[in-house]
């Protein structure tokens, strides 16, 4: 069974850009998150997708914003890239989405991260 | 606000010692913890879990202990192996419906190095 897949898994830009970045689920899970991880920050929670629908929204600027596909594969985009910008996001997956409370939706699997070098 | 506070970010076990690794939380709704472990250029992995209902749950050398009325969680590795070396994630979850804290709400990490 294939876990989830990130791309591109390094990528540079520069200050202003905008980046897009990719997220395949493990097949069978229809709820996609999205993680920002900075050094000595922990796992940050950008949002949550399930069956299309922003479901959930951390707490990021209008910058940070998604989608989901019908095939439940996400994509997350950053504009107007800042320094601070810098980060390896995370995208996991599970069963059932986080606000149903049921218990697949308890553990992610994450995928190995997307690592944004913003100059 | 830091809702899930791992106070300690590494921590140094000799192998085949215990090693335990501690959490804090804030939030009283919070009824679900799980830890995840993280090595560099891979993404974290679930490890072990723990329902508000126990006080305690096993997985093999992996053992979490949950202690509700002071908001603290630990894990304990016994024996520790040079393989268990990574950094570890306490998170927490509220299985409520709705709001901002149906998702995972992850700690800092704490990082162990387990010494041949």
């Known amino acids: 069974k294939a876990g989830v897949t990130q791309t591109p898994r390094y990528l540079i830009k520069t200050r202003g850009q905008q980046v897009t970045l990719s997220c395949s689920p493990i097949?069978?899970?229809?709820?996609v998150s999205w993680y920002q991880q900075t050094p000595g920050q922990g796992l940050q929670f950008l949002f949550e997708y399930f069956s299309e629908t922003q479901r959930n929204k951390g707490n990021f600027p209008g910058r940070f914003s998604g989608r989901q596909f019908s095939n439940s594969r996400s994509e997350m985009n950053v504009s107007t890239l800042e320094l601070g910008d810098s980060a390896l996001y995370l995208c996991a997956s599970s069963l059932a989405a986080h606000y149903t409370g049921a218990s697949g939706a308890n553990v992610l699997t994450f995928g190995a991260g997307s690592r944004l070098t913003v100059l | 606000d830091q809702q899930v506070k791992q106070n300690s970010p590494s921590l140094s076990v000799q192998e085949g010692r215990i090693s335990i690794l501690n959490c804090d939380y804030t939030?009283?709704?919070?009824?679900?913890f799980l830890w995840y472990k993280k090595y560099p250029a891979e993404g974290p992995t679930f490890l072990i879990s723990i329902s508000s209902i126990k006080d305690k749950n096993e997985d093999g050398r992996f053992t979490v202990f949950l202690n509700k009325s002071a908001k603290h969680l630990s894990l304990h590795i016994v024996p520790s192996q040079p393989g268990d070396s990574a950094v570890y994630f306490c998170?927490?979850?509220?299985?409520?419906?709705?709001?901002?804290?149906?998702?995972?709400?992850f700690g800092k990490g704490t990082k162990l190095s387990v010494k041949p």
């Open positions: 939030n009283s709704m919070f009824d679900y």
């Open positions: 998170a927490a979850k509220g299985l409520f419906y709705g709001g901002s804290q149906g998702n995972l709400i």
């Open positions: 097949s069978g899970h229809r709820s």
